[in-house]
């Protein structure tokens, strides 16, 4: 199991390889500068989420570290070094709330996460073919016990493939969102209303660096230059509040 270790290296010369030697000379903030111009020049990769998160964390930007490890997650599930790191960098943040999902949410989402969307879309365009391959059999067929097997295989083809398209759009869906965010900044409140706290009153509670919330809507407030954009946001499936945005990172 690989924790925090070395950077994955890169097939070719490119700021992702600076970053890689930057890094295994623990020149870690110089690393993120690097692995951060890599996603700049040259577009999203997951490998390189990951190394930005490791240096991220190497530093002790623990809020943003979960970002780039959650990012590479999104481009593909099924990294598990990016997983690995993410449980172990959760499990030190001070707020962890509970999981309170159901059983069947949690299993499709472990379903999901077990194939990359693309993976998704040729499963269901397999069992597509194999679908018309059952129709083909049931309508040309001649042998009574044949045709039951087209008939009945079909049915069965028919719901795995439409539960794997459905997969895949929704993997896909997940993919292009943006409506997580992690605290990136020490501590922030959460605050019943979009302004500064006027008194202790308006505090919920306070939550910090590397908290997942779910971004539910925002408002812009330009009269206030040091929060000019606050998110309404839910914590855990249920507790909903406002925090300033300045202090969160879209995933």
């Known amino acids: 199991m690989i924790l925090l270790a070395g950077a994955a290296t890169s097939a070719i010369a490119s700021p992702a390889t600076a970053g890689d030697s930057l890094y295994n000379n623990e020149q870690f903030r110089d690393a993120a500068s690097m692995y951060e111009r890599s996603l700049n020049e040259e577009g999203p990769s997951a490998d390189t989420y990951y190394n930005l998160g490791n240096a991220y964390f190497r530093t002790g930007q623990t809020g943003r570290a979960v970002v780039a490890y959650e990012r590479a997650l999104k481009l593909d599930p099924t990294h598990e070094d990016a997983r690995t790191n993410l449980e172990f960098v959760n499990s030190r943040i001070a707020d962890r709330p509970e999981d309170d999902s159901s059983f069947l949410s949690n299993l499709q989402r472990h379903v999901s996460d077990s194939l990359t969307a693309n ?133």
Do not use: Q
């Open 119 to 251: 993976a998704w879309a040729w499963c269901a365009l397999a069992l597509f073919a194999m679908l018309l391959g059952a129709v083909a059999v049931y309508i040309f067929a001649t042998g009574v016990s044949v045709r039951k097997f087209g008939f009945f295989g079909g049915i069965v083809l028919c719901v795995l493939f439409v539960y794997t398209l459905s997969t895949a759009l929704a993997s896909a869906s997940y993919a292009r969102s943006h409506g997580s965010a992690v605290v990136i900044v020490p501590t922030t409140y959460l605050s019943s209303s979009p302004r500064p706290s006027a008194g202790s009153s308006d505090k919920l509670v306070a939550i910090h660096e590397g908290t997942k919330v779910e971004v539910i809507d925002s408002i812009s407030t330009p009269d206030d230059p040091s929060s000019p954009k606050w998110y309404n946001v839910k914590i855990n499936n249920s507790t909903k509040a406002w925090l300033r945005a300045v202090d969160v990172e879209k995933i």
